[in-house]
């Protein structure tokens, strides 16, 4: 089975993330944030994109109104530029034709996972699981634990699919192999910096990894 992290790996969902970023923090009168300095904040959800991009972070007084005019922009802005990498359909496709269970686990909140999904990956991806109440945000292994189980993959061989330090740390402590994608919010280097021991350029290169 193949395990995909979303943003960043299926999908560029930068824009539409940096706009709602912006959008609420302009509502509550912080400075916006460049292209480069959000993307230096994605990977591990929302709400640290948010508590990152704030003075003080979480401790802000505003961070919750300010987390809260993101999310309701950001959910009815999901899919304005968002769309998947080049290559990633026809890999899925591929993937699929191959008779290989995927599945999706991200630190997004899990309506925005399903949602996407649904809308992008429809009859391709068999399980899509976001951060809820009782589902822990990675680097935790129990999402990937649970996917796992749903498949019935447990005695299969499974492989981690991102594009961060997040994921590179959540295959390891899911005790799984993992395979970094340099085409998402971090470069080769910062990747390789952070202990990736495989690194893709292009999704059909996945192929030769499985």
Known sequence: MIIFDLDGTLLNTAKDLEIALNYALRAH?????????????LGNGIDALVAGA??????????????????????????????PY????????????????????????????????????????DYAQGVSNTVKKKPAPDAVFALIAAQNAATEPNIYVG??????????????PCISVSWGFRTRDALLQHGAQTVIDRPEELLEHI
């Open 29 to 41: 009168n912080f400075p916006e944030k460049t292209e480069a300095e959000t993307l230096a904040l």
């Open 54 to 83: 704030l003075p003080q972070g979480r401790q802000n007084p505003d961070f919750e109104p300010v987390f809260t005019t993101f999310k309701t922009y950001y959910s009815a802005h999901l899919n304005d530029y968002t769309a």
């Open 86 to 125: 080049p290559g990633i359909i026809p890999l899925l496709q591929e993937l699929r034709r191959r008779g290989v269970k995927m599945g999706i686990v991200s630190n997004k909140f899990d309506e925005g996972v399903k949602a996407l999904a649904a809308k992008f990956f429809g009859g391709l991806i």
């Open 163 to 176: 594009d961060s330090e997040v994921d590179i740390e959540t295959a390891q402590n899911a005790s799984l």
